[in-house]
C-alpha cells in the first residue's frame, strides 16, 4: 500500500516542479476624459448647436425644431405632450412607446435620464440654453451602458449685473408664447437665472 501512494505522488511532485509562474504583466491604465476641450481635439462624433442656432426662426418650444439638424438623429415631435418628443440616435430610441429610450439625458450635467433607461426633453428649458451637446456613435459609451447617444443642454451663466428680460411671441394657428427672466449674480461666485 505505502508503495502504491508513493507511485502515484511522485508524478504530482515532478508536475508542480517543472511549470513556472507566468510572467508579471505591467499594470494598464485607461481614462477617459470628460471635462471641456476645443471641438477638433475631440475624437468622437459630437455635434454643437449655440443659442442663435437654436432660436433662428424659431418658437423655441422644443428640441423638435433645432435638433433635426444633426446627421445620424431623428426626431418626431407626435404632437402629444403626455407622450413627449420620441429621439433617436442612429437607430438607438427607435421603438420607443413614449419619451426617450437607450439615450443619456443631461441638463447642465445632471442626468435627466431614469435608471431604467427612459428619459423626457420637455423639461429642457430652450429660452435659457446656451448650447445643446450632441454625442453619436461609440463614445458615448463614456456615459454608460446602453447609451446610443448623448443629449447634454447647458444654460447661459448669469451675467455679473443684474438682466430683466421679458418677449412674447404670436404666430399663425393660434400660437402664442410669453416668457421672462431674470438673472444676476447672488455672491461673488454664484448666480441665479429664473425663467417662466
Known sequence: MKTLSFVLLAPLAAFAAETTPPPRLEPVVVTATRDARPLTD???????????????????????????????????????????????????????????RGLRLYADGIPATMPDGQGQVSHFALGAAERVE?????????????????????????PPAAELEADALAGSDGLWRAGASWRGPLTANAGLRVDA
Not at 57 to 62: D, S, V, Y
Request: no cysteine; charged share 20%; aromatic share 6%.
Open 42 to 100: 475631440v475624437p468622437a462624433s459630437l455635434d454643437v448647436l449655440d443659442a442663435t442656432t437654436l432660436r433662428r426662426a424659431r418658437p423655441a418650444l422644443g428640441l423638435a425644431e433645432a435638433l433635426p439638424r444633426v446627421p445620424g438623429l431623428v426626431v418626431r415631435d407626435r404632437q402629444n405632450q403626455a407622450q413627449d418628443l420620441q429621439v433617436s440616435i442612429r437607430g438607438f430610441g427607435a421603438r420607443a412607446s413614449f419619451g426617450v
Open 134 to 158: 450632441v454625442l453619436r456613435g461609440p463614445y458615448s459609451a463614456l456615459y454608460g451602458n446602453s447609451a446610443g447617444g448623448v443629449v447634454s443642454v447647458f444654460s447661459e451663466a448669469p
